[in-house]
Every structure is written in C-alpha cells, then in structure tokens.
C-alpha cells in the first residue's frame, strides 16, 4: 500500500539585502520556483517509493575533504563545498553538507558528492552524475537557478545502509557579501528503507 507524503515546506526570505548567509533560524518556509524535474526509476528487482526534499544551503569556507573514492585534482577541477538544512521524506528535517567538484572554467560541475543526517544520526549518502554524465544540467548565473541530475544515492548508516535510488536538484543560488547561499528541492526516489533506528 502507497502512503501520501507530504512535507512541510521552509520559505526562505530571499530578499535579504545584507548579503549574509542564510542560517537554519532565518527559515519559515520554501516554495519551489526553480525546474522541478522528475526522475525516472531504473528498473530492478528492488520496490523504489517517492522521494523529496526542500531545503536552504550556504556555502562554506575552509579546507574541503572529500569522501574517500572521489579525488577533484585527477581531474585537473576546483572544489566547493557547502551545508544546509533540508525537510526530506524519511528523514524529516535534517542537516546535510556537499561537495562540489568544478571543471577548470567553472562552466558545470564534474561531480557532487554529499550526505544527509537525520536527526537520530542515520546518514545517506548521495554522489553524482557517474559514467553517463548529467542528463540535467542547467544554470542561469544571471537569474540565479540550477538543475542537475541525476544524482544517485551511494548507501548510509542505520536504515539507510544499502539505500540505492536517485533524485535531481533544483534550486536558486544568490551570490551575497558573504558568499554563496540558496534553495534546494529534490525529486526522486529511493529504495525502501528500514524502519528508524
């Protein structure tokens, strides 16, 4: 039997003119204005549910580790990196952080690699576009919108260990004093999950 899902939405309060960073306390509610596009399920053997999230981010400063199996400088690219609080199905609201690598003209990124944290510390894991390249990849800097996709979910901790799926994310980026900040929404699916742990 399918459940409706549906999720409080956060609305950020764009037209904050100082430039600073949007932070978890600044947040009231979202509403998606960017692309919403839908991914399509791969066929497997494994029961696939809905998925979505939206959410804020901002963009961090300091050094940037990545996760282990991915490595920018082989690809001759430049790394970002940011954090965010996201309302997302089976997690409810939680804090998640990426890592962007960049081709050398900051023309798109090569690849995503990231996680989410539940608030009971279950982790999933997400990285992208893999071999086939992105089958979205769309930024207007001077409106300040984004879509990219796929992106593929790699596994996780708790009742996500194993979790295999994918989603595409759109979203609004605004370049203020301080830096990078935005929207994220997400559209996908994902495996059937355990129950919280």
């Known amino acids: 039997m399918r459940k409706l899902v549906v999720l409080p939405l956060l609305l950020v309060p764009l037209a904050c003119g100082d430039g600073n960073p949007l932070q978890p306390d600044d947040v009231l509610s979202l ?14 053997a494994t029961k696939t549910v809905p998925f979505k999230a939206s959410g804020i981010w901002w963009g961090l400063t300091g050094e940037i580790i990545e ?27 939680s804090n998640y952080s990426y890592v962007n690598c960049w081709d050398a003209d900051f023309e798109t990124i090569l690849y995503q690699t990231g996680s989410v944290t539940a608030a009971n510390g279950d ?48 979203g609004e980026a605004i370049l203020g004093e301080s830096g990078w900040t935005g929207t994220e929404h997400w559209e996908g699916v994902i495996s059937s999950v355990g129950p919280a742990k």
């Not at 282990?68 to 997690?91: K, M, P, Q, R």
């Not at 982790?123 to 990849?137: Q, R």
Request: net charge negative; proline share 6%; glycine share 20%.
């Open 31 to 44: 509403s998606p204005n960017g692309p919403s596009p839908l991914v399509a399920a791969e066929q497997s």
């Open 67 to 93: 996760r282990e199996g991915f490595n920018c400088a082989d690809l001759g690219g430049y790394l970002d990196s940011g954090a965010g609080v996201i309302n997302v199905t089976h997690l409810g609201r």
């Open 123 to 170: 982790e999933l894991l997400w990285d992208g576009p893999g071999e086939g390249g992105w089958d979205v990849w769309a930024v207007d800097w001077e409106a300040g919108t984004y879509a990219m996709g796929p992106l593929s979910f790699s596994g996780g901790t708790g009742r996500f260990e194993g979790a295999t799926g994918a989603f595409v994310s759109s």
